[in-house]
C-alpha cells in the first residue's frame, strides 16, 4: 500500500476521502474534533506540496436525501480554524457546480465537498457516482480509517478510475499499530473484549483466541459466558443462542493453553436507570431479579493482575454501562490500569474511545484507533476494503 508520500502531487489536485463523521450537539456544535485534528498531517502535507486539496467525507446517516442537519458547514468552519485558513463548502459532492469550484482552485487552496451521503450511490457504491467523484481529482488518498471497512463509493470505487493511489497518514498509522499489536506482537498479548454482544463480536473472539496469551471478557457479553457456564444473572442482557457458543470458545481457549478471565464480582441494578439501587456480588450470587451491570471490584483486581506482565494490550468494548456514573467504575479503572501500564496500549472502538477520554488518560494509550467498525473487521482476521483497494493498486 502506497503512503501520500511516494506520490508526486506538486500543483495536483488530491482528492482526499477522510472520516469527519463527528459528534453534533442540539444546536449543530461540534463536541469533539479529534477526526478532524487525525487528518491535519495528511492535509498539511499535501499543502507543503502546493497541491490542490480536495476533501470529501460524509456525516450521519441522511439516507441518500440532504437533510440539512448533517451538513458539513460546522466542519468546514472547525477545519478553517485548525489550518488557520479558508475552507470553502461546495453546495455538493458532485454535479456542474462543483465541478466549476474545482477547476476554479489554485495551489494551496481547500475545498471540502458537501455530505456524500446525500447520495444512494455513495453506500450503494455506484459506479457512475463513483466516476464523478474520481474525476475531481487528478489522485486519490484514503485518510478514512474508520470507513475502510464499508465498500463504499468514496472508499473502493473511486479507486477504479486512478492510476495513483494511496494511504494518508492517518490511515497508514493505524494500519501500523494494528501490524504491531496483532500481527507482530511483543508477548505476552492481552485482549481485552467487552460491550453489549457477543453475536457483534463473535468473528474478533475466535480470531483473536487464535493470537493472545490472554483474553479477558467484560461488560453485557460476560453475561453469556457466566450463565453458558451455569450461573444465575437474573435479568441481565443474555443471548440464549449463543450459550453453546460461549462454553466452545472457553474450551477453544482451555485448549490452546490462552488465559481466559470473566467477571468474578459485579454491580448489579433492579432497572437500567441511574438512580437505580445498586449493590455489589459475586457472580455467584446475583439476585433472580436484578441484572449486571459493571464488573466489580475484585474483578477489576484480578484483571489489573492478569495485566500486570503484558507486553501488549489490545481493547475493544467497556466493561459496563459506564455512560451512567453508577456503572462506570469498571471501565474507568481499566483505563487506569492501561494508562499505567508499560506496555504498548491499543485502544478501539467508539465508546472505549469515549471512556478513555472522559478519564483524561488518552495522553498515556499509545494508540487510540478513530475507527471502530474497522477495528473489529482488524480483529477478526478480515481484509479492509478500502485497503485492498489500495493494495490492488
Known sequence: MKNIRDLDIKGKKVLIRVDFNVPLDDQGNITDDTRIRGVLPTINYALDEHAKVIIMSHLGRPEGQRQEKFSLAPVAKRLSRLLDKEIKLAPDCIGPEVDALVAAMAPGDVLLLENLRFHNGEKKNDPEFSRQLAKL????????????????????????????????????????????????????????????????????????????????????????????????????????????????????????????????????????????????????????????????????????????DARTIIWNGPMGAFEMDAFSRGTMAMVQRLASSHALTIVGGGDTDVAVHRAGESGNISYISTGGGAFLMLMEGKVLPGVAALEGK
Open 137 to 308: 481529482g487528478d489522485v486519490y488518498v484514503n485518510d478514512a480509517f474508520a470507513v475502510a471497512h464499508r465498500a463504499h463509493a468514496s472508499v473502493t470505487g473511486v479507486v477504479e478510475y486512478f492510476k495513483d493511489c494511496a494511504a494518508g497518514f492517518l490511515l497508514q498509522k493505524e494500519m501500523d499499530y494494528f501490524h504491531r499489536s496483532v500481527s507482530d506482537p511483543s508477548r505476552p498479548l492481552v485482549a481485552i473484549v467487552g460491550g453489549a454482544k457477543v453475536s457483534s463480536k463473535l468473528g474478533a473472539l475466535r480470531n483473536m483466541i487464535d493470537r493472545v496469551d490472554k483474553m479477558i471478557i467484560g461488560g453485557a457479553m460476560a453475561n453469556t459466558f457466566l450463565k453458558a457456564q451455569g450461573y444465575e444473572v437474573g435479568t441481565s442482557r443474555v443471548e440464549d443462542d449463543l450459550l453453546d457458543t460461549a462454553n466452545e470458545l472457553v474450551a477453544k481457549a482451555r485448549n490452546q493453553g490462552v488465559k481466559l478471565y470473566l467477571p468474578v464480582d459485579c454491580i448489579v441494578a433492579e432497572k437500567f436507570e441511574p438512580k437505580a439501587e445498586t449493590k455489589r456480588t459475586t457472580t455467584q450470587e446475583v439476585p433472580r431479579n436484578w441484572m449486571i451491570l459493571d464488573i466489580g471490584p475484585a474483578s477489576t483486581l484480578l484483571f489489573g493482575e492478569a495485566l500486570e
